[in-house]
């Protein structure tokens, strides 16, 4: 039995061991699928599995550093870049070009990926209630994609395969126009077949709406929870918040004491059916896709499916460390953990 463990690479393991070894990790395509973790193990095994990934590092799950000059993007910037775009004529415009790169997930794993704008996740787009919305989409990718919008528009306007413009082949481009409607945090994201796989590589964002009257005032955060697949399994390694794993635990998130803090949270991860969020020492208010003004729980954990999002709002009453992680333990020891530091 032991010896069946140590001949098992675990995805668990790979993360964990870079930050022992200071070595790049092996190339991922490579590796047996991650059901392996949970296979031929005893107790002590596991032990030892923990202490050996885990060795050598400050924190749990530490992993070390990706330099956003790498990706082109940075995980912390993206918590508070919201693109408004331009204004012209009473119209809101953007223009978002699909391209395939390769990123950086963890230290010394590589992806590649497909990305709006240059960055996984795209664009935060943000408009008001009402609204004429024009974007410009351009596929400068090697395949065809499209952008299907949520929200309430016409079927043309639905990015989707044999509707409307459909799929745009390589070199094209289309224009999608429609009202920005309902207000709430929505999502955009390639709809081009495998959807699966175009969703998975990176082509997705998050769209808020803003209620015509606004919201309070916040200090407002985007979180797109998301999960990368690298050995081709359907079955995610790599799991994160805005793409790269413990982003925010090398470098938490600076918030301060008693001041009202707004997360858009946003699930586009595939293959796993639910994610979650969990922030420790603390409660917030939910309001679901935020297309209410009231919340509806006051919790310290939600669950999302697939594609779903919601807004979260809190305040910090005490300075300090604290944890925000999915409430799926091998979710956040591959990646999707973080820290708030509360200051005053």
Known sequence: MRKLWENKVSRRKLLGGAAATSAALPVLHELIPHRALHEGTTAQAAVEHQQAAHRGSGHLG?????????????????????????????VREWEIVAEDREIEVAPGVKYAAWAYNGRVPGPTLRAREGERLRIRFVNGSKHPHTIHFHGIHRDV???????????????????????????????YHCHSTPLAEHIAKGLYGALVIDPKAGRPPADELVMV??????????????????????????????????????????????????????????????????????PRDFTDTVLQGQGERGILELRFPYTGKYMFHAHVSEFAELGWMGFFEVED
């Open 157 to 187: 306007m639905d990015g989707v395969p044999g509707v409307g413009p459909g799929n745009i082949a390589p070199g094209g481009s289309t224009v999608y126009e429609f009202d920005a409607t309902p207000f709430g945090l929505h999502l």
């Open 225 to 294: 929870m998301n999960g990368f697949d690298t050995n081709f399994d359907r079955s995610n390694e790599v799991y994160a918040v805005n793409t790269v794993a413990f982003a925010y635990v090398d470098e938490p998130i600076r918030v301060k004491r008693g001041e009202l803090v707004r997360i858009y949270l946003v699930n586009t991860l595939e293959f796993d059916p639910v994610n979650s969020f969990h922030i420790h020492a603390n409660f917030f208010d939910y309001y679901p896709t935020g297309t209410r003004l009231e």
């Open 62 to 90: 530490a992993v070390g550093r990706v330099d956003p000059k790498r990706n082109g993007f940075d995980p912390h910037a993206i918590l508070r870049d919201f693109d408004e775009g331009s204004v012209s004529g009473g």
